[in-house]
């Protein structure tokens, strides 16, 4: 059992004995003296779905800062978007800034349309109206507060219901349920079935502020036959550990039509690529950058406005950082360029794989089952690599020098693939 589960049941164990009253949904603690004790791991209290407070307006009057700063996140203008032809403001797209994506997400619906991520608010929104193909319900684990309430009324047929049916009958996108329940203001609780299981699998358990984010920004795959959320996180969290796991179970989220190559796609490792990092080692949390303490009208407060914290560099950074928000900010600017640099470098040399490599296939001019074999494998390495990087929504500032590390081992892979090909033109 982990030390945070602990806490929390400990703290559940003396709420539910000393205000019996006036919480009868709660399930009772088992009293029973002559019981054994527990061997498996207490559940932390789950409410009853019709108990279960699941629109922030609920707390609007008792956080009524907190309320409104979370509320921000629904300012169009705050994240990156581009003016439309008719003077709108619309996300980017990244189809339209790295093109090389097209290719390299071919058969898959990325491929399609990929916009740049907006605020919380929009989350059920955006995941409703994209036109990507959403497998099953599952998509909505990341996406709205309701979902522990489908969970504990579908258990895990929730995995394999339809999508939009499903969506239909939810109210709610991230709300204060999602990282509090029905408790803000105490310690952070975890909604997310598959992060709590992903969690145990961990050596050290993160930061509270940092696994209420972990909750949603990790890389997941679905479960072939069932269609639950897993994170593969069995072998460790690590780029290499990752891949290790998912070659071991032979994973693939899609084959490139063009080269048979059995690949992964990676989702939004926000979490992974960050841990390890300069700021991680100092303790930092996710939340402790994006969601600093602010004080307005002389109160101090957790903004709850998850968005760049580049946008309130001198509260999320100003406490260790002395140099001025501008050169800061020029200093990120900076380093992210260089990793940006490197991904469409990369990307170039994918291209290059599938073109080539592709046309030798169609050509017939590669029969060698054993050299197709060769170049699929360092093409789903070097990819998987890129991909970790490119869609790692920081563009690399989270844990610069893994980003790097990572698309230089990327590089490699893909030289030694583009010098088998080069050999068999
Ligand atoms: C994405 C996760 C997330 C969501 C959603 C969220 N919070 Fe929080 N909240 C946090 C984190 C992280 C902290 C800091 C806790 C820590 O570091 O231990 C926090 C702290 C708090 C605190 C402690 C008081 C303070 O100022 O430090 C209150 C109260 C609170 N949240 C209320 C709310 C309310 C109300 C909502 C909905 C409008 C909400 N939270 C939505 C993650 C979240
Ligand atoms: C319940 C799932 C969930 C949790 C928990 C969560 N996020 Fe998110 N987050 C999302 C989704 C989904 C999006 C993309 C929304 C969209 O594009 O519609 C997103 C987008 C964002 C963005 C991009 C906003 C922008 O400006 O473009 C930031 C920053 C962010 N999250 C930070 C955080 C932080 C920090 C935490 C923890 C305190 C957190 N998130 C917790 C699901 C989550
Ligand atoms: C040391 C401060 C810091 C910490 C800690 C941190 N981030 Fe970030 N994060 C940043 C910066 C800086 C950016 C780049 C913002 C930009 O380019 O405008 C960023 C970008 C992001 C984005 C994309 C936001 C956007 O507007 O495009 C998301 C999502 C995100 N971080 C989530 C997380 C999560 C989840 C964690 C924890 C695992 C985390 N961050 C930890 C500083 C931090
Ligand atoms: C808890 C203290 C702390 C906070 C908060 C913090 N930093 Fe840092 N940061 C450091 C330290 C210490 C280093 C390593 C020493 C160095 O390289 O200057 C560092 C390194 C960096 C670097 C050098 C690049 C790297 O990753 O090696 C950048 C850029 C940076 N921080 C930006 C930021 C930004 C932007 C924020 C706020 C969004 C932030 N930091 C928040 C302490 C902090």
Known sequence: MTKYMKKLTILILIFTLLIPIGCAR???????????????????????????????????????????????????????????????????????????????????????????????????EDVINTARPKPGASCLGCKTADYEKLYVENGQDLFKMDFYETSQKVDNAISCYNCHRNEPGTEIQITAPHFAEGVRKLDNEPKPGTMACAQCHVEYYFEKETGKIVLPWDNGIEIDEIESYFDEIEHADWIHPRTGTPLIKVQHPEFEMYTGSVHDKLGTSCADCHMPNVVEEGQEYRSHWAKSPLKTVSESCGQCHKEEPDALIANVQGLQKEVEALQVEVSDMLVKIIEDFGQLLEDRKLEDEEIIKELRSLHRKAQYRWDFVFVENSTGFHNVEKAKQTLERAKEYAQQALEIIAENK
């Not at 088992?30 to 019709?50: F, L």
């Not at 003077?87 to 980017?92: C, D, K, S, Y």
């Open 26 to 124: 709660r399930d009772e603690a088992p009293t029973n003296p002559q019981q054994p004790p527990e061997q498996e791991e207490p559940q932390v209290q789950i409410p009853a779905p019709e108990d279960m407070i699941l629109a922030a307006e609920n707390w609007k009057e008792e956080y009524p800062m907190i309320y409104e700063s979370f509320i921000r996140t629904s300012r169009v203008q705050d994240h990156k978007v581009e003016e439309t032809d008719l003077g709108g403001l619309h996300p980017i797209s990244y189809l339209k800034k790295y093109p090389n994506i097209k290719i390299l997400y071919e058969g898959v619906g990325f491929a399609k349309e990929y916009y740049v991520a907006r605020g919380h608010y929009y989350a059920l």
